[in-house]
């Protein structure tokens, strides 16, 4: 489910309510896919308020607990992290309960009541909060439990996949990390196969693979050291694997013309003579490629086989500012790349 999805499906949620009909989403994928990420990406975008709770840490008196009063007679103490009508009124609410099928059942007793009907002893939730839970599923090995029948026959259950554009664009916005991007883009991130990878290490192994949570670490990591990042580092996050062959691909980076001798003579830099190279190379250009630089890097990539010109230029889709150029037009529209295209 790419991240669109995701806002079209807690748009309608937020829609429904407004006519009193109750959604309840759940979210499942394996640990680190980036479900709370892209909830609270939602929440910002939206400008929504976004509470948010780790419901394996919760406590039945968490929620709610019968405490001395002033008159000496118990009354119950409602959590303030719980969007109570009183508190949140018509504000939109995004209610995020992490790690729900590691709820204690004691405590769902309490959670159920509030997903069924909005409310707990006397006390509802705001009408424009939308609940939102995220778990891991069975399947993942991940400490989940199982949901009661009368939980989760009123959830609306969806699968949250990796979308590695998606994920790079995230990355983009946040990290100076061309390097990483390139390798990304040229080798998408597998977090499903990786996490079955980390599952067959021996027992007593950390559980270290490479996922958008983890590859979040090494991006920022590398904003900060650059191609100085070690292998040691990354595999505290990612594993061994991983970090080995990232590492290798920043030594290939190292050895990769400068871009801007490229920018500035694009007819007198050597094209590496190793396939491995030039793809490297095609794929960071695309990185740094913008509408001042565009005329130099076309002339030094029509030195490079057709496959590779393609691959650059469908490279390029995430920069539709370069479309109306006149490099690029006339690029894509030469009788070389025509006949690429079209295969005749």
């Known amino acids: 489910m790419k991240y669109k999805q995701i806002e079209q499906i807690l748009d309608f949620g937020f829609k429904a309510l407004e006519d009193g009909f109750n959604y309840v989403y759940g979210y499942r994928g394996e640990p680190g896919t980036g479900k709370t990420q892209k909830l609270l990406q939602y929440a910002k975008n939206r400008g929504y308020k976004c509470i948010q709770i780790v419901g394996s840490c919760l406590s039945p008196t968490d929620i709610a607990a ?169 595999k505290a996050d990612v594993g061994i694997g991983w970090a080995t062959e990232f590492k290798g691909f920043l030594s290939i980076i190292n050895e990769l013309p400068n871009v801007e001798k490229i920018t500035n003579n694009p007819k007198s830099v050597p094209v590496p003579d190793q396939v491995n190279k030039q793809y490297a190379l095609t794929a960071m250009l695309s990185q740094y490629v913008n509408k001042d630089n565009i005329t130099p890097f076309k002339e030094f990539m029509q030195r490079m086989d057709i496959t590779l010109q393609l691959l650059f230029v469908r490279l390029l889709k995430k920069k539709p500012e370069l479309f109306v150029t006149k490099a690029y037009t006339d690029w894509i529209m030469s009788p070389q790349m025509q006949k690429a295209v079209l295969g005749k």
């Open 66 to 234: 019968p405490m001395p009063g002033k008159e000496g007679y118990l009354e119950f103490y409602f959590n303030n992290q719980i969007p109570w009508e009183d508190l949140v009124g018509d504000e939109k609410v995004l209610w995020f309960i992490d790690e729900a099928t590691n709820i204690h059942p004691e405590t769902w007793k309490s959670g159920q009541k509030l997903i069924n009907e909005r409310e707990l002893m006397g006390k509802k939730l705001g009408k424009n909060v939308l609940i939102v839970l995220a778990m891991n599923r069975s399947t993942d090995k991940a400490g989940s439990g199982n949901l009661t029948s009368a939980v989760s026959n009123r959830i609306s259950f969806y699968d949250m996949q990796y979308d590695n554009d998606e994920f790079l664009e995230y990355l983009e916005e946040r990290y100076d990390c061309p390097p990483l991007i390139t390798y990304l883009t040229l080798k998408p991130l597998d977090p499903s196969g990786n996490f079955k990878t980390a599952l067959g290490l021996p027992a007593g192994e950390p559980m270290s693979w490479a996922n958008p949570r983890t590859v979040e670490r090494v991006a920022y990591r590398f904003h900060k050291v650059g191609h100085e990042v070690t292998v040691e580092d990354m």
